[in-house]
């Protein structure tokens, strides 16, 4: 006991100190004696009930019970887990033996995990987990005074380009010198966090009112807005914020976080460098059930309402099918089929597209694997990207996932994108096309000639499709004007090499135009409206146009 490394001791029934090692004498008292005192002087007053407890319940057990402290020393007191045995418990004066390990290395790596665990590794701040945590506890506070908060999200304005431009150690940099920016523009009592890429969320108890929210989201774009300096670089970067509020928007920490996203997607998409309230309503035009439909969503992904169709896409020419656009459909168990014109502008709002549209490319490419199976020959599947899909900046993770899971060559996968997503930001869009292609897929414009048709965009960006929209198919033949742009399309893709699609081709005059002015690919209720898979594998056992659908099937409408 003498040469042990532990702290040990010997006490009498009292408590008071017969013996104490080395070990023990030169920690607590530099060598001062300590026999006779009693140990609860040398132990933190919060532990000395603590360890009262334990020499009683040590001696009336007659068993070695453990008990954690903190002995006091000089510098500090020190975490101690002390095991305390009894000895001589059938004599007069029972006596305890006390051996002491030191718990403040093993403190301390516990609370660097915990740390690790529950802040980002950059800049220090809270992480997703975290900030979920003190959401939970800002909600509880709020029902507790009826008071309401609000979550802002902040995303970088044009961060990208300074990642693809000067570097990541230089994104790095600028990321913590905006973290550090933001803190201090916050109280004490609101959460900054950092949930990924160059997003942040600030929790602001108290904060609801729209003078507040205006005044505390105008200091945090303004803190932004001042330069920053790094290795020599002067670099610009501002902040767009979104704002949802407790209890009016969401009453749990998920959707908070969701619906403030939303706002921030809103604020980039209309100027940047400003702040917008999420509401249901943004557009204007949102009908009263939305609000319930929006909540609906959520509980439709969890039950897994959410179902794909496929329409084909047929070879004007030979009548043959080619492959598949695939489209979502929600069937609620109560209101039956929701027609995608409801639900997909509320998932684009309220973020659940992500997820709902990494689900969509997964499951398309692995139906492609059973549609070839059937028909016995190569197809190719088409598959949607919304425009907060194509900003994420986990969608190329997405995409490789998909590709890889499936077994699918990239080749076979067609990306159908709005001429509008891709001029939100064209640096962007370009840089991202361009890895897109490098895992073979290929860029379709859907509903071409209805939003920006900037030539100079297909030249620059690396497409291979266009999708003739229907509103230019519909009058066909009749109407001169739409054939005159149909004409213009079919002809401006021959010189650029591009694939062409018609889509909405619903009657025979249209199809035969189409074929003859060498249109390749239509698509439509003509050859069939959007059907479940095993529907659509049916008509893959048929090879010609007029036995596309089989007949039972051609009325029903999916």
């Not at 609101?190 to 942040?200: K, P, S, W, Y």
């Not at 895992?439 to 297909?458: E, H, N, P, V």
Request: proline share 4%; hydrophobic share 45%.
């Amino acid at each position: 006991m003498e040469e042990a490394g532990d702290v040990v001791f010997r006490l009498n029934q009292q408590g008071q100190i017969l013996f104490a090692s080395r070990r023990t004498v030169a920690l607590i008292c530099c060598g001062r004696t300590l026999l006779g005192e009693p140990l609860a002087a040398h132990v933190a007053e919060i532990d000395r009930a603590a360890l009262k407890a334990t020499l009683i319940e040590a001696i009336e057990a007659r068993s070695a019970c453990r008990v954690e402290l903190h002995l006091k020393t000089p510098e500090q007191d020190i975490s101690y887990e002390l095991r305390i045995s009894a000895f001589d418990v059938d004599s007069d004066n029972p006596g305890l033996l006390l051996v002491g390990r030191d718990l403040s290395a093993q403190h301390a790596t516990e609370e660097r995990l915990r740390h690790m665990a529950t802040h980002d590794a950059l800049t220090e701040l809270p992480n997703r987990l975290l900030l979920s945590d003190r959401i939970r506890m800002v909600i509880a506070q709020a029902r507790r005074s009826g008071q309401g908060f609000s979550v802002a999200t902040i995303g970088l304005d044009g961060f990208k380009k300074v990642n693809d431009g000067l570097g990541h150690p230089v994104g790095d940099a600028v990321l913590r010198m905006a973290a550090a920016r933001l803190r201090k523009t916050l109280r004490d009592s609101d959460t900054l966090a950092r949930v990924g890429g160059d997003e942040f969320v600030a929790v602001l108890p108290g904060t609801h009112s729209d003078a507040q929210i205006k005044l505390v989201t105008g200091r945090l774009i303004a803190t932004l807005q001042s330069p920053f300096e790094v290795d020599g670089h002067t670099i610009y970067v501002g902040a767009s914020v979104g704002v949802a509020l407790y209890p009016d928007h969401a009453e749990d920490e998920v959707r908070l976080v969701a619906l403030a996203d939303a706002a921030m997607s809103r604020a980039k998409e209309t100027g940047k460098a400003r702040c917008v309230v999420y509401s249901p309503r943004q557009e204007g035009s949102a009908p009263e059930h939305d609000i319930s439909l929006e909540a609906a969503m959520f509980q439709a992904v969890r039950e897994g309402e959410f179902l794909l169709y496929y329409q084909p896409i047929v070879d004007a020419h030979t009548r043959e099918i080619l492959g598949f656009e695939t489209l979502m459909r929600w069937k609620h168990p109560t209101l039956g089929m929701v027609p995608p014109v409801r639900f997909i502008p509320i998932a684009e709002t309220n973020g659940l597209i992500n997820l709902l549209g990494a689900w969509a490319l997964k499951a398309a490419c692995v139906q492609l694997k059973q549609f070839e199976e059937v028909a016995k020959r190569s197809l190719y599947i088409s598959v949607n990207i919304s425009p907060r899909q194509f900003r994420n900046d986990k969608f190329l993770d997405v995409l490789d996932d998909a590709i890889a899971y499936s077994g699918l060559d990239g080749a076979q996968l067609v990306l159908e994108i709005t001429e509008g997503t891709l001029m939100i930001d064209p640096v962007h869009a370009e840089a991202i096309l361009s890895k897109m292609t490098e895992r073979k897929a290929r860029i379709a414009i859907d509903d071409f000639g209805t939003g920006y048709s900037s030539l100079a965009y297909l030249k620059r960006f690396p497409i291979s499709v266009l999708k003739i929209d229907r509103t230019f198919i519909r009058d066909l033949p009749a109407s001169q004007k739409d054939g005159a742009i149909c004409n213009a399309v079919l002809d401006l893709a021959k010189h650029l090499d591009l694939s062409v699609v018609a889509e909405g081709v619903e009657t025979e005059e249209q199809l035969h135009y189409l074929e003859q002015r060498g249109c390749q690919r239509i698509q439509g209720y003509l050859t069939g409206k959007p059907m479940p898979a095993n529907v659509a594998m049916a008509a893959l056992k048929e090879s010609t146009y007029a036995n596309l659908v089989p007949t039972e099937l051609r009325q029903v409408h999916l």
